[in-house]
């Protein structure tokens, strides 16, 4: 069979040729296994974000510097999110030189080792070395989980399957709630919550020594028939002849054109550039929308809103948590349904209402006159946010960064990309505090919300629908943008 761009395997047109050879979500308990085991990158990465939220409670009752300096409370946060810019930085490049495996081990190594400095760092700076350590690991890790699981999936589930990754950041952030009030009553609270966090990145270790190289990485280096034998394990046989046949072709071309890839030359081609700037500013505006704020801070804004409880606050956020994975789930199912670009407009619209809400709530706190119906109307807030943030702007921009790459630049691509959501990820929580106590929570909410209505019309602008499409047909959208739907230029890397 002569492959088109309509009759490439995956594809909307071969799939309607080929009906039976389409793959569901549950379909091949091998690619789910591999996705699982992939996402606990992303569960590594929602422990560590959910944990310092409470964790961070019981470190200002041991270290009395850190109660008496909100930069200090922000600095034990925020070291992890410089680590993780290094991670995401360097997580690029160690992809495309070493593959997605031995990245993911490399990750794994350095997230334990951090583990083990924070729960027996006797002071606030051993602590924020730990972090600065957990944070490479989680950086590396953000690169590579949706990278490798892109790579292996089918094109028709490729969103839900990204998305499961996701979930695990979530499902990571309710473990660590869970966590958290475990250890509310244990002697050593804080050092219990941090020192846990390795355990996953051990399991992790274990199970990937078992699991193959990403079977596009494996083309790309020449190594075929480990490819083949990957490949062979997710398709059925008339399926896997097309997939081999077109990888094989596609892959070598790229090979030939493009030998070592630099940071700079993302931007000497137009259609990357534009690739890049979708990407990158989704990852954007995931942050400034306010997403970790809410994760890191949630049990601090809870009492902000008037529950002092140490205790009281953990299990409100603990629900937040668990609202945050269950609409990730949902957002699983939409992904690849109502599609990327949807998703995000109606997720960052809801996002819009709930943060005025928020806004409001602590607006009307400030009156004293409430009977503390703010504080009720405020956790309502965080739930809406949470309601609407976790379908869509959870899972959308690590989706999209994981699939509008061609092959030779997904790894540098998606790493930069990751380092923009980690700088921008570090610029909220270091400020949140600062700015709610200078202009108050209220107006904070307020700017927080005006940065999501800017993001609604980047979507509009520059974001394209990806749904169900091959790589290939999507390095199409980008050539089309940057040239011309009849433009004759040869190749996106050429």
Request: charged fraction near 15%; proline fraction near 4%; glycine fraction near 10%.
């Amino acid at each position: 069979m002569t492959l088109t761009l309509e009759s490439l395997p995956g594809s909307s047109g071969y799939l309607d040729i080929y009906p039976e050879r389409k793959m569901y979500y549950f379909k091949n308990p091998y690619v789910l296994g591999l996705t699982v085991v992939a996402g606990i990158g992303g569960l590594l990465f929602g422990y560590d974000t959910g944990v310092i939220s409470g964790a961070l409670l019981y470190i200002k009752d041991d270290f009395e510097a850190v109660r008496n300096s909100s930069f200090l409370q922000e600095t034990i946060v925020s070291m992890a999110l410089l680590g993780a810019i290094a991670g995401a930085a360097a997580g690029g490049w160690i992809n495309d030189v070493y593959g997605r495996k031995k990245a993911t081990l490399l990750a794994d190594v350095v997230f334990v080792l951090g583990a083990v400095v924070m729960a027996a760092a006797p002071d606030p700076y051993i602590l924020i070395a730990g972090r600065f350590l957990v944070g490479i690991g989680v950086g590396v890790a953000s690169v590579t989980a949706p990278v490798y699981i892109a790579e292996s999936s089918p094109s028709e589930i490729r969103g839900g399957l990204v998305s499961t990754n996701v979930l695990m950041i979530t499902g990571g952030q309710f473990l660590s709630y869970l966590i958290n009030l475990a250890f509310t009553q244990v002697p050593g609270t804080w050092r219990w919550m941090l020192g846990v966090s390795g355990v996953p990145a051990v399991i992790q270790f274990a199970c990937m020594l078992f699991l193959p190289e990403s079977p596009r990485w494996l083309f790309m280096k020449g190594d075929k028939s480990k490819a083949i034998s990957v490949l062979s394990k997710i398709y059925d046989f008339p399926r896997l002849e097309d997939e081999i046949d077109y990888l094989s072709s596609q892959l070598e071309e790229e090979r030939r054109k493009v030998k070592n890839i630099s940071y700079l030359d993302v931007f000497k081609a137009k259609e990357i550039r534009l690739a890049f700037l979708a990407g990158a500013g989704l990852q954007a505006f995931q942050q400034f929308t306010g997403i970790n704020t809410v994760m890191y801070y949630s049990p601090t804004i809870v009492q902000m809103a008037g529950f002092r409880s140490n205790e009281l606050a953990l299990l409100l956020s603990l629900i937040i948590a668990a609202m945050n994975a269950a609409g990730t789930v949902l957002g699983i199912y939409l992904i690849d349904h109502v599609g990327r670009k949807k998703l995000a407009i109606s997720s960052l619209s809801g996002v819009i209402v709930s943060l005025a809400i928020l806004s409001g709530a602590f607006f009307v706190g400030q009156s004293g006159s409430t009977n503390g119906l703010d504080g009720w109307i405020a956790v309502i807030g965080l739930a809406l946010y949470i309601a609407f943030f976790a379908p869509g702007m959870g899972p959308v921009p690590w989706t999209m960064n994981s699939e509008i790459y061609p092959e030779a630049y997904r790894g540098i691509c998606s790493g930069m990309s990751a380092t923009v959501n980690w700088v921008s990820n570090l610029i909220v929580a270091q400020t949140f505090l600062s700015l709610a106590e200078v202009a108050g929570t209220g107006p904070t909410f307020l700017i927080l919300a005006g940065i999501a209505v800017l993001a609604v019309l980047f979507v509009v602008m520059y974001v394209p629908e990806t749904q169900g499409l091959t790589f290939e047909e999507v390095e199409r959208i980008w050539k089309e943008r940057a040239w011309g739907r009849d433009s004759n230029t040869e190749s996106l890397l050429g």
